[in-house]
């Protein structure tokens, strides 16, 4: 028995071809966001040295504990002591694989993802709150420093009227990006048919081979290789397209 999401892609696939919207199977979408951390994910949870340097102290601690709580049980624990110390002694480095899979998986939770082609209708620049840190001046007085970031924000849209917001810390590299330029992403929803828009990824320009967002959710050489199969598979149309509308969620 065919699952509504294949049924949704056959009995669809023109008209949605049309509104740049098209619905991926759940195989497809297991691939294109993994259940284990991609590289880009590793590193984005890898962090700063500071972030290191946090995983480091957190893998002292626990191999400490770890030891200390080992010389209380008997001889016969004592190999799975040893392995549990590795295993927390080895935190900084397994710990961003761990909680990458973890932030997959709310977005794996959803039953139906679409392939989304739209317009970048607006980008601007802002400065926000990235963390606040404590710290004493040399006064001894207790004073918060806000560590703020500059980012860049894309609206995109399509001819149907909806409307999603991706953003990403700002780099020079990103002066190439113009409105009008092609964005391509990922949409999640719970409904067969798409009419409700949960959750965007991030989004892949490709004329500048360029990814915008605040977390890499996507395995960009399977994403790119379902973009190459959708433009092959697109046909040129009368300008007399259907129109459909879907619930906007602004970010």
């Known amino acids: ?3 509504p999401y294949e049924l949704l892609y056959q009995r669809n696939l023109e008209r949605l071809y049309e509104l740049m919207l098209i619905p991926l199977t759940r195989e497809k979408f297991e691939q294109i ?3 284990i951390a991609t590289g880009p994910q590793y590193a984005f949870y890898w962090g700063k040295w500071q972030d290191l340097l946090n995983r480091l102290l957190i ?7 770890i030891l200390l709580l080992g010389s209380l049980v008997g001889e016969g624990a004592k190999a799975l002591v040893l392995l549990i110390a590795v295993i927390g002694g080895l935190y900084w480095l397994w710990s961003p694989v761990y909680w990458a899979s973890l932030r997959n998986a709310t977005y794996r939770k959803y039953k139906y993802c679409g392939f989304w082609q739209a317009r970048i209708l607006e980008m601007y620049i802002t400065e926000d709150l990235v963390r606040e840190e404590e710290t004493v001046n040399q006064r001894g007085e207790l004073v918060v420093v806000e560590n703020r970031e500059r980012r860049i924000n894309l609206v995109l849209g399509d001819d149907t009227g909806f409307e999603a917001e991706v953003q990403a810390p700002l780099e020079r590299i990103h ?8 964005a391509q992403l990922l949409v999640l929803s719970n409904q067969p048919n798409l009419a409700r828009i949960d959750k965007i990824t991030d989004a892949y320009i490709p004329s500048h081979n360029l990814w915008i967002g605040s977390y890499p959710w996507l395995q960009r050489d ?3 290789e379902v973009s190459l199969e959708l433009e092959r598979k ?3 149309r009368s ?3 259907p129109r459909g509308r879907y619930n906007q969620r602004r970010r």
């Open 1 to 3: 028995m065919e699952r």
């Open 33 to 35: 966001i993994p259940l």
């Open 59 to 65: 893998s002292v601690v626990a191999l400490v504990v």
């Open 175 to 182: 002066k190439a990006i113009k409105a009008g330029q092609m």
């Open 222 to 224: 399977v994403f790119r």
């Open 234 to 236: 697109q046909r040129p």
């Open 239 to 241: 300008s007399d397209r």
